[in-house]
C-alpha cells in the first residue's frame, strides 16, 4: 500500500459555489471523499489537505517527504501562477506529482496562460472539472506500479 496525498490550494475550498460556470457545482468534500475512496479501491491510502495559506501547503510538501509519501496529487489554485515558494518545496523533497486543474486555464486569462509546476510535474490536467482528480488518481497509481 503506497501512501498519496492531495493538495488543494486557495480558494478550493468553496468548490460548488464559487464559479460553477468554471469549476462546477462538486463540493471540494465530494471530490475527496471520492478519491479516498479511489485510492483504496486502487490499494493505497490517500491523504487530502486544503488550506489557503500558502506556508501551510509548504509544511505540507516538506512532511510528505519524511511521512513516506510516494505521489502527490496538487490543484495549487490562484499559487498555480505566484509561488516559488511552494515549487522550490516540490523541487527540494523530490516527491512525483501531478498537477490538475478543474478548468482548462489556458482557455482563460493570458495570466492563468503560466504555470510555476508544469514544467517540474510528473504530468498535468487541464479542464476535466472534478473526473479530474480520479484521472490523476489512476495515473498516479500507474506511475508508483512501474516503480
Partial sequence: MSSLLLLNGPNLNLLGSREPGVYGATRLESIEKRCVELA??????LDCFQSNAEHELIDKVQQAAVGGVEFIILNPGGLTHTSVALRDAFLA??????EIHLSNTFAREEFRHNSYFSDIASSCLFGFGAYGYELALQAASQSIGKN
Fill in 40 to 45: 483504496k479501491e486502487l490499494g493505497h491510502e
Fill in 93 to 98: 523533497v523530490q516527491i512525483p506529482f501531478i
